[in-house]
């Protein structure tokens, strides 16, 4: 689903009801676990946390005016979505997630390269997001971006 929002508040109250309260935890989550120095805003059309140019001034190599993108939540058609750069560009991460995963969750791990879908409501692994939200600091992620995956 594509939301037009351009506040996180805004893009909250337009998800299906059910959601919202599952969207504002996650996003409590990752405000709490977040290293210092990203931002929150509307990325994508979805909560987004970025690197902001005040910090990385080149922002987003497919779109400079962008900020540097971290991660993201989405509600979408049949799940909510939270993407983490982290995940698709560190193997370390990525695995560390999908090994701890089954630990938090009694559901199968739903994911694509940088992507875990979140089906039923009931069984997020909440903890396990805390976690994932303090492995990278903005310096790592700027690193990891230059090293693996910004065009160069």
């Not at 990203?38 to 979805?46: A, C, D, K, R, S």
Request: proline share 8%; charged share 30%.
């Amino acid at each position: 689903m594509k939301y037009e929002a351009s506040t996180p508040e805004e893009y909250i109250s337009q998800i299906p009801e059910d959601r919202q309260p599952v969207v504002e935890k996650i996003r409590a989550i990752i405000k709490e676990n977040l290293p210092e120095g990203f931002e929150e805003g509307i990325t994508y059309n979805m909560l987004g946390y970025y690197v902001p140019h005040s910090i990385y001034p080149d922002g987003y190599h497919c779109d400079p005016k962008q900020p540097l993108p971290f991660m993201n939540v989405a509600s979408q058609k049949n799940s909510v979505n939270l993407y983490h750069s982290g995940i698709y560009a560190n193997p370390e991460i990525h695995d560390w997630f999908v090994n701890e995963y089954p630990k938090h969750s009694k559901r199968k791990l739903d994911m694509g390269k940088s992507c875990v879908r979140f089906k039923k409501m009931d069984d997020i692994p909440y903890e396990l997001i805390a976690e994932l939200c303090t492995k990278i600091t903005v310096e790592d992620w700027i690193n990891t971006y230059e090293t693996n995956v910004k065009k160069k």
